[in-house]
């Protein structure tokens, strides 16, 4: 039973288009995040959600938009995709706000070409 | 701002060693934690030390935690191959405006050969 999973696990895609990676949790947490690590395997919070409530919104171009249907589930939008946005996106989740311990996906490595 | 930093960026022992892998920080942080990241897959938290804490082990994993030096360290004995994995370092910073937010470095990939 995989307790945060994401979708999908590849993607690959031209300049310009959009596209979505949802992500499901099992754990019955209130807080998910989307984190992105580059080619050089830096891990850079991008959002936060607590109980679908946006908490953390680093600065992401505006064309990162996550969508939190409900506690259970984050889903990011990308549009307009660009070469740079190229890199392995990790969905997480924590208990509760402010718990320390991360729960990480297995992620989905993008490539824009 | 605020991002540990895990030195070697590589390392390489035999089967049956110890592997010590080291993180340096920036600001006062809550707590700090260790990860492993075998490859293609995601994060596993390994251990979470608290800044009031000073040493915390767990099975073969001890973590020192030196506030006044603003560094951590990582030791695994008795090394396996299935340690394999890259090991990041994980801060929070002591202010609310930034709660929620993990700070990790780049890693240092280890390789343990049989």
């Known amino acids: 039973d995989t307790a945060v999973s994401q979708t999908p696990k590849y993607l690959v895609t031209q300049m310009g288009n959009d596209k979505s990676i949802k992500c499901e949790q099992n754990l019955g947490h209130d807080t998910m995040y989307w984190y992105k690590q580059d080619s050089k395997k830096f891990l850079k919070i991008m959002f936060s959600?607590?109980?679908?409530?946006?908490?953390i919104n680093e600065t992401v171009p505006n064309r990162f938009s996550p969508k939190s249907p409900d506690k259970a589930h984050l889903n990011l939008h990308i549009n307009s995709l660009e070469l740079g946005d190229s890199a392995v996106y990790f969905c997480?989740?924590?208990?509760?706000?402010?718990?320390?311990?991360?729960?990480f996906g297995s992620g989905t490595q993008l490539s824009v070409l | 701002s605020q991002q540990g930093e895990e030195d070697p960026q590589a390392l390489s022992i035999q089967e049956g060693e110890n592997a010590t892998m080291n993180c340096s920080y920036k600001?006062?942080?809550?707590?700090l934690q260790w990860y492993r990241q075998n490859s293609g897959r995601g994060l596993v938290h390994l251990i979470l030390?608290?800044?009031?804490?000073r040493e915390k082990h767990s099975g073969r994993l001890r973590v020192t935690l030196d506030t006044s030096k603003k560094s951590s360290s990582l030791l695994i004995t008795a090394s396996r191959a299935a340690d394999t994995a890259s090991y990041f370092c994980a801060t929070d910073e002591k202010r609310g405006s930034t709660l929620g937010r993990l700070y990790f470095g780049r890693g240092t990939q280890l390789t343990v050969w049989p």
């Open positions: 600001t006062s942080i809550n707590n």
């Open positions: 997480a989740s924590s208990p509760g706000w402010g718990e320390e311990k991360l729960f």
């Open positions: 030390i608290r800044s009031n804490e």
């Open positions: 959600y607590n109980n679908k409530e946006l908490i």
